[in-house]
């Protein structure tokens, strides 16, 4: 059995691929992922941009769209949603013998809508009737825009990931949405057993930060802190998910059917190479969870991974941890706002980007 089956047998993770490109689709390589055990796929504007961008798996479709007359941005959409299309397809086996757990293949909204609920939900909606299939996740950001359009869509009875969820107290609005969404869902008579949700906590992001603001302070007591933030911030998430799909309003919803929103680590990738590289892997192994994999962590983790249950170990020492780092002036809070803009605007130049490469393939097109 494979590392990644064990992840999930064993341990109740369900491990995901974090990238989505066509020829991964056209040459059976998102095939063979899932048979040695991955388990969804999760897409952003950045992957989409990488592959676009770097391949010419899209130039005929491109071309075609281009004669046809689409406008630049509608092609560009063409693309991504054929590709999640293919997805969805290659993960449906995986949603069926799951019982609708696994086998999703997620996409994103547009990152230019972060900060517009209305905008959000127009895109949501339209993404979710355009695909159709019960396994797909459209991913909404966790911005303070996002929140309101995460209730709205659990309430309309639409599966939805969360993403760029970069501190506790964000998380536990996310949490509140969703519970707040389903109790709307079935006070108007909806089917909760319907909806599935994951809460996407970017981990290795925050430690990059957080580590930059603890040079910058530089004491002795600043800097043993380096390393610590991120994995301790996902523990107390966890803590928190446990705590609040629990008791008689978590219980009300579970008797209509409804499904616990699993955390899902993202970010996963070690960004420090003075870290081991596959941290975020070993020290984050749970059950209810959802690790989301570039294919370098992959490999490292099935050559030298540890499978063990960690996520709920050493909380208090988390805690501990936590307490420190606001002691020497780092405000968690504020980081996770800080990488939250970063986020939106990295996905928004990722955007900017690949319409720009399309851009300049209609003008080569046009002038054969």
């Known amino acids: 059995m494979t590392a990644l089956r064990r992840l999930h047998t064993g341990y109740g993770q369900s491990p995901w691929l974090d990238n989505l490109t066509r020829g991964y689709l056209r040459d059976g390589t998102l095939a063979r992922m899932v048979a040695d055990g991955i388990r969804g796929v999760t897409a952003n504007p950045t992957i989409f941009a990488r592959a676009i961008v770097g391949s010419a798996d899209y130039d005929e479709q491109f071309a075609a769209l281009t004669a046809a007359g689409r406008p630049l941005e509608d092609a560009y959409w063409q693309l991504v949603v054929d590709d999640i299309v293919a997805a969805l397809a290659v993960l449906r086996p995986v949603f069926d013998a799951s019982g609708g757990t696994d086998g999703f293949a997620s996409v994103e909204v547009a990152a230019d809508l972060a900060r517009d609920t209305p905008a959000t939900l127009v895109a949501a909606r339209a993404l979710h009737e355009r695909i159709a299939a019960p396994n797909l996740f459209v991913k909404i950001p966790a911005t303070a825009a996002g929140v309101p359009a995460i209730r709205s869509m659990i309430a309309e009875g639409r599966s939805v990931n969360i993403t760029l969820i970069f501190s506790l ?181 990722s955007h900017r980007q690949v319409l720009a490469v399309l851009a300049a393939k209609a003008d080569q097109l046009s002038h054969r």
Do not use: C
């Open 169 to 349: 107290a964000r998380y536990e609005q996310v949490i509140e949405a969703y519970l707040a969404g389903l109790e709307a869902l079935a006070a108007r008579g909806g089917d909760p057993a319907r909806v599935r949700s994951v809460a996407s906590f970017f981990v290795s992001r925050v430690d990059t930060e957080v580590d930059r603001r603890l040079d910058a302070v530089g004491t002795p007591e600043a800097l043993a802190l380096r390393g610590r933030a991120a994995i301790a911030q996902a523990k107390l998430a966890y803590r928190l998910f446990r705590e609040r799909f629990a008791g008689e309003r978590w219980e009300l919803l579970a008797e209509l059917g409804a499904h616990p929103q699993r955390p899902l680590w993202a970010s996963t990738s070690t960004k420090n190479p003075a870290y081991p590289d596959t941290r975020y892997v070993d020290e984050l192994i749970g059950p209810n969870t959802v690790n989301t994999l570039p294919e370098a962590t992959i490999a490292a983790f099935t050559d030298h991974g540890t499978l063990a249950r960690t996520i709920d170990t050493g909380v208090d020492e988390a805690a501990a941890a936590m307490r420190r780092l606001a002691a020497v002036g780092v405000d968690l809070d504020d980081v996770g706002t800080a990488l939250e803009d970063q986020g939106v605007a990295a996905f928004h130049a």
